[in-house]
């Protein structure tokens, strides 16, 4: 391994994270998280700013004259009962910090802390703890209210428990995928079962509907561009001798190609529509958009992977080895500035565990310190970068297109 933090700041990101994870809190109800935040941040002497209520953010000078490196950690917790066990376990009923946003939080706090030892810093660093990442909203709700102003590059990480703690994983291009959403309102006649002929069945018009798309992905889409359909709802009828003259379906649409994402929405209206037309029946086809792909910068991984090398060592940083298909909102800061997502490795060796979004899911805290130390290396990397002028504020990504028809 490379740099270590001391023992002192890993005892006080441990006790903050495990303060977290005792009193989590639901997207935009992050008050007491915030509060939590703050108080730490004026442990350390840093100016902060509330944003939306409940997003912190914390500016740490250096540079003058140039724009910002943001680190990003988001704070928000999900609607599950814990079941973990542990000491410190969610004392708030129903809400549980089962994706490791309370580590991020730590995480965030760490670098902070190990940043504000290093006197002039190349750059400013923007500290930006988020609010409501997992419903997808806060990073927007944050960029419309200036968060990225005057900030030049973007830096995330996230736990992640596929990885041995210890392991740094580091990817350029895409590294998650698009999140969106689909409604299929079925609209047929209703009528006796033994008189099928006087009906327009809404079950089978639905079924052909989930048949149907479920060959986009499989015939429609180039297959070396991960892209997925899934149909999590279907509902219809009540009773089992009368056809159903509605039915219902919902679910989501997910790519990691811009294009491939377009295409996705629009074969499924165009086949959903063309089903209904067939079989007589109203559709309505109600598709809505969720956050956009991760897609990494050449020049932000680049600096990203530098920081990994120096943190843990050449030997212990990985790139994703097959696509990850979940969402993330980082996706709208990258969509406006450079930047890079990582993955912090957060699994105990010999341990399989749980993973996240379960009620059982806990991480180890020896990756804390780890993430500590790669926010504040690539803090300084990109800051000197910016200084030096060998990170252009106008560095953009030019996204891979996807072979569609």
């Given at each position: ?399 891979v297109s996807g072979v569609v028809p």
């Amino acid at each position: 391994m490379g740099q270590s933090v001391e023992s002192a700041v890993v005892e006080r990101m441990v006790a903050i994270r495990r303060d977290l994870h005792r009193y989590p809190e639901l997207s935009w109800q992050e008050f007491q998280t915030a509060e939590r935040i703050s108080a730490a941040l004026h442990e350390l002497e840093i100016p902060q700013r509330r944003l939306m209520g409940t997003g912190v953010v914390a500016d740490l000078p250096g540079g003058d004259g140039l724009a910002a490196v943001a680190l990003r950690a988001d704070i928000d917790a999900l609607p599950i009962q814990e079941e973990t066990g542990l000491p410190f376990a969610s004392a708030n009923d129903g809400v549980m910090h089962a994706c490791g946003h309370d580590g991020h939080t730590s995480i965030l706090l760490g670098a902070a802390e190990l940043l504000t030892r290093e006197g002039d810093l190349p750059a400013p660093v923007r500290l930006i703890f988020q609010p409501a990442e997992e419903k997808g909203a806060g990073a927007k709700a944050l960029m419309e209210a200036g968060v990225l102003e005057n900030v030049a590059i973007a830096f995330a990480g996230h736990l992640d428990r596929h990885f041995s703690t210890g392991i740094l994983v580091v990817t350029d291009g895409a590294v998650s995928a698009s999140t969106d959403h689909f409604k299929i309102c079925v609209t047929g006649q209703g009528g006796h079962a033994a008189r099928p002929h006087e009906t327009i069945d809404a079950v089978v018009v639905g079924s052909l509907i989930v048949t149907a798309i479920q060959t986009i992905v499989s015939r429609e889409i180039d297959p070396t561009h991960p892209s997925i359909v899934t149909v999590g709802r279907f509902e219809a009828g009540k009773v089992p001798n009368v056809i159903a003259g509605q039915a219902e379906l919902e679910g989501t649409i997910r790519a990691q190609d811009p294009q491939v994402r377009e295409h996705l929405k629009k074969s499924i209206r165009r086949m959903a529509e063309s089903i209904g037309q067939l079989h007589q029946a109203g559709l309505e086809v109600e598709i809505t958009d969720g956050t956009p792909p991760v897609i990494n910068t050449p020049n932000a991984t680049a600096l990203a992977r530098r920081a990994a090398v120096e943190v843990v060592g050449e030997e212990h940083v990985r790139t994703l080895g097959r696509a990850n298909m979940g969402g993330e909102d980082f996706a709208y800061y990258l969509a406006e500035i450079p930047g890079c997502y990582i993955r912090f490795g957060a699994r105990p060796p010999g341990s399989s565990g749980f993973a996240a979004h379960s009620s059982r899911f806990d991480f180890d805290e020896a990756a804390l310190p780890i993430g500590a130390a790669w926010m504040a290396e690539v803090a300084r990397r990109a800051g000197a970068a910016l200084k030096n002028g060998d990170l252009e504020v106008s560095d953009t990504f030019e996204r891979v297109s996807g072979v569609v028809p």
